[in-house]
């Protein structure tokens, strides 16, 4: 096992590799950049999502040149300006450097997480990661957590009840559920219970109240709790189905096998055949879920519930830089993101491996 380890963490090194040469390269022809940001902010004429920070050009005086500037062509918006100062811009950004160069440095810096500074935040990226993971990581670990531990019962009923009523509509219920936008259900909260058109029960921004610190510890546990009820439960409503079918599919295979005939035979009792036999068989397959279900609470529905609930995290953020061609919060997000995938899933083998022993990585490879 230490040797498929070994192979699977060494396999994350170009798998990271490839896919930040695919995004850099599709930056390179990707239209407009950090330099016709600043640019079109100086002449008035942004209206992205870089016009709220209010600092694009970083404080870089302004040159004006009556010549057609050498850069006209490259950049859109730079008629007219001084050349020495579009130099000086794209030095500032890193865009005096060629291609290769530029992407050379970013591995070798991102191989020590060295992640530079934002362009129009003024801040490390690192830095702005730390300051927005605590409200990402909320809400995925919540949806995770609520999402299994109510699918997997759930998929288990439904498995012992198959072609019953309670199977039929359940399973309705659900694919409603899944239907449903995550977005439209989180207005719908917001209209009922957070003051919209009927009932004021719970806020509508934030994860605190103003007052937080003061709190007592039981305090700031209910505030915190009493913020993320209308945000954790827009994001979970879709997050059931796939779950609890894996569940109920996965218990009904291992239901009909020999084995389980066999120990009611022996009069083993229905519970004790379900989760002393059954349970950790079938729950190899739902485990092959979790990364995915967790990865996806970052990817997903997060940018959404965290903009109508006014939640800055890394949703709010990866979305913003996207707009603004802020490209080192843009590729630390994206590089954050794809290592924590690929430790998630070598993490999911070996669950798999210690559920069920019988699971051998590394004989069924040779």
């Given at each position: 096992m230490?040797f498929y ?7 994350m090194i170009?798998t990271?590799f490839?896919i930040?040469a695919?995004?850099?390269l599709?930056?390179q ?7 016709e ?5 100086m002449?008035?004429q ?5 016009s709220r920070f209010g600092?694009?050009?970083s404080?870089i005086?302004?040159?004006?040149g009556?010549a057609?500037?050498e ?15 579009i130099a000086?811009l794209?030095k500032q950004?890193g865009f005096?450097k060629p291609?290769l160069?530029r992407?050379?440095?970013?591995i ?7 992640f ?8 490390p990226?690192?830095?702005?990661i730390k300051?927005?993971l605590p409200?990402?990581?909320s809400l ?5 957590f609520?999402?299994?531990i109510?699918s997997i ?6 498995a012992?009840?198959?072609g019953?009523?309670?199977d039929?509509?359940?399973s309705?219920?659900?694919i ?10 989180a207005i719908l ?6 003051g ?6 719970f806020p509508l921004?934030g994860?605190t109240s ?8 039981f305090?700031?546990i ?6 993320i009820?209308l945000?954790?439960s827009?994001?979970t409503l879709?997050a059931f189905?796939?779950?609890?079918f894996?569940?109920?599919?996965a ?6 096998k ?6 009611r035979m022996?009069?083993l009792?229905?519970?004790?055949v379900?989760y002393?036999?059954?349970?950790r068989?079938?729950m190899?397959i ?6 995915g ?5 970052f ?8 903009t109508?609930f006014?939640l800055d995290?890394?949703g709010?953020?990866?979305f913003?830089s996207?707009?603004?061609r802020?490209y080192?919060?843009v590729?630390?997000?994206l590089?954050?993101?794809a290592l924590?995938?690929?430790a998630?899933?070598?993490?999911s083998?070996?669950?798999y491996a ?5 699971i ?7």
């Amino acid at each position: 096992m230490a040797f498929y380890i070994a192979r699977r963490i060494l396999l994350m090194i170009p798998t990271l590799f490839g896919i930040l040469a695919l995004s850099f390269l599709i930056v390179q022809f990707a239209p407009g950049g950090p330099v016709e940001r600043v640019l079109a902010q100086m002449q008035g004429q942004d209206s992205g999502a870089t016009s709220r920070f209010g600092g694009g050009n970083s404080g870089i005086a302004v040159g004006r040149g009556g010549a057609a500037s050498e850069f006209s062509g490259k950049y859109r918006g730079a008629q007219g300006l001084d050349p020495k100062f579009i130099a000086e811009l794209e030095k500032q950004f890193g865009f005096d450097k060629p291609p290769l160069e530029r992407f050379w440095l970013m591995i070798r810096n991102y191989a020590v997480f060295d992640f530079g500074r934002s362009y129009f935040r003024d801040a490390p990226v690192l830095q702005l990661i730390k300051e927005k993971l605590p409200v990402s990581m909320s809400l995925g670990l919540w949806m995770t957590f609520l999402s299994y531990i109510i699918s997997i019962p759930l998929g288990i009923a439904k498995a012992q009840r198959e072609g019953e009523a309670f199977d039929t509509w359940t399973s309705a219920v659900i694919i409603i559920g899944y239907a449903i936008p995550s977005f439209l259900f989180a207005i719908l909260l917001i209209v009922l219970f957070a003051g919209g058109s009927f009932w004021q029960f719970f806020p509508l921004r934030g994860l605190t109240s103003d007052g937080f610190a003061d709190l007592t510890l039981f305090g700031k546990i209910k505030d915190y709790l009493w913020h993320i009820v209308l945000p954790v439960s827009a994001l979970t409503l879709g997050a059931f189905a796939t779950t609890t079918f894996l569940t109920k599919n996965a218990f009904i295979d291992e239901i009909r096998k020999q084995y389980v005939v066999t120990a009611r035979m022996k009069g083993l009792t229905e519970r004790r055949v379900l989760y002393g036999h059954v349970f950790r068989n079938a729950m190899l397959i739902v485990i092959s879920g979790f990364p995915g279900a967790f990865i996806s609470a970052f990817f997903t529905g997060s940018l959404l519930i965290e903009t109508i609930f006014s939640l800055d995290g890394l949703g709010l953020l990866s979305f913003e830089s996207t707009l603004n061609r802020d490209y080192p919060v843009v590729f630390a997000n994206l590089y954050i993101f794809a290592l924590l995938g690929l430790a998630i899933n070598l993490l999911s083998d070996l669950t798999y491996a210690w559920i069920d022993p019988r699971i051998d990585f590394e004989t069924r490879e040779t």
